[in-house]
Each structure stands twice: as C-alpha cells, then as structure tokens.
C-alpha cells in the first residue's frame, strides 16, 4: 500500500506555524495542497505564544512532542528564523518526532535568486507584493522590517540557504532521502526529505503532491 492509499488519519507538526492554521475543512490553499486533504490533522506549533498554538515550543526543543508522534513537518519560512549553528538541532529534533516512515515539507528564502537583485543594487525596491504589502529584498533577507518595527522580533532572519545548502544540511542531519525545488519567480526553495530510504518514483511523487 503506497503512502497516498492509506485510509487511517495521519497527524503533521505544522512548525513556526505562527496565526496561520492549514485545516483541509476550513483552509484550502495551494501552498500546502499536500496536506489539504481529509487524511491529515494538522498540530501547531510556535515560539510566540500571542499566535495560541496547540504546541508551545520552539524548533529547537520539541520536548513537548513525543518522539515518533508525528507523521509528517510542514516548516514555512521559520528554518531561517534560527541561527546556523540551530539548524541542525531543530533537524535533530524533525527526526526525533516523525515516526519511521515520516516526512519533512519545508520552504524558505532562496538566497540565490534573492541576490541577483541585491546585486543589481535593488535591495530595498520591492521583489512582490505579499497581502501584507511590499516586500524587498532587504526583508527577504533580515526579516521583514513593518513586524520587527512593531515589536515581533521574532520574525528576524538570522541565516539562510541555497538549495545546494538546503539539501546538503538535511542530509546530513540524518535524512535518508531529500529532494528540492528552486522557484526564482517567487524568491524561495521547497524541500522534501524522508527519514526512511524510500525509492526515488516514491519520494518524486510525493514532491509532486506537496510541492506548489
């Protein structure tokens, strides 16, 4: 039976989840349309507790997960929130939790596509227009500036990837499999790694699913 044909409900850590919730009754979206979807129950997880997550914690010290408790991860703009010497022990922790077929979703900043811009010397002129309004390259980079002016420091940026980067840390983290993908339009990277040695039809498939 393939991963896509199991009936039971399976539960993901949504992590760093801040106010955002991905409910497949209530909260369709493309950005996760892998797990939009009636076989999964989403788990929040953050730092702030201002955002009422289910899970206080942070990437870092998941105590409050039991290990092997969870299916899968979806991490959204928060791996670059730590500092580099963090990342591999909130991927420590990602293995701990997942159970032994688990996987990992995450997407961050592409740091390539986001300095060619700074390169041509438009590092605070806008690269989109998100619905809280422009963003630069300046915010891709640091954090975006409006929330940190308010007081939410925790949206600081403090390290960042390639997809070569991303890749090469979440192998050596211990994930058996990874794959990603690079989307230069939208300045940002999308990574998919299993803690088992799944094939590679398999792990491209689910990329397929998960991946916008």
């Known amino acids: 039976m393939s991963y896509k044909e199991n009936p039971v409900k399976k539960t993901f850590l ?13 909260h369709q979206t493309e950005r996760v349309k892998g797990f939009a979807a009636l076989r999964w129950q989403e788990l929040r997880l953050d730092i702030n507790p201002e955002v009422a997550p289910d899970v206080l914690g942070s990437m870092t010290d998941m105590a409050a997960v039991a290990t092997g408790s969870v ?35 995450i997407t961050c900043p592409d740091l390539r596509s986001v300095c060619a811009l700074v390169a ?14 422009p963003i630069a390259p300046l915010d891709i980079l640091y954090g975006l ?11 600081s940026h403090r390290c960042g990837f390639t997809l070569k980067v991303l890749l090469d840390v979440l192998q050596k983290a211990g994930f058996l499999k990874a794959l990603g993908r690079c989307r ?22 689910m990329a397929n699913e998960f991946f916008p």
């Open 14 to 26: 949504h992590v760093g989840c801040g106010p955002a919730r991905v409910n497949p009754v209530t």
């Open 71 to 105: 299916d899968a991860i979806y991490s959204s703009h928060n791996i670059e929130h730590l500092y580099p010497h963090e990342v591999s022990l909130a991927l420590a922790e990602f293995i701990r939790v997942l159970g032994p077929n688990g996987f990992v979703v």
């Open 120 to 133: 041509e010397d438009k590092l605070t002129e806008a690269a989109y227009v998100a619905e809280c309004g």
């Open 145 to 155: 500036r409006p929330a940190m002016a308010s007081g939410n420091l925790y949206m």
């Open 184 to 205: 230069p339009k939208q300045f940002d990277l999308w990574a998919m790694a299993c803690v088992s040695d799944v094939d590679d039809a398999t792990l491209k498939a």
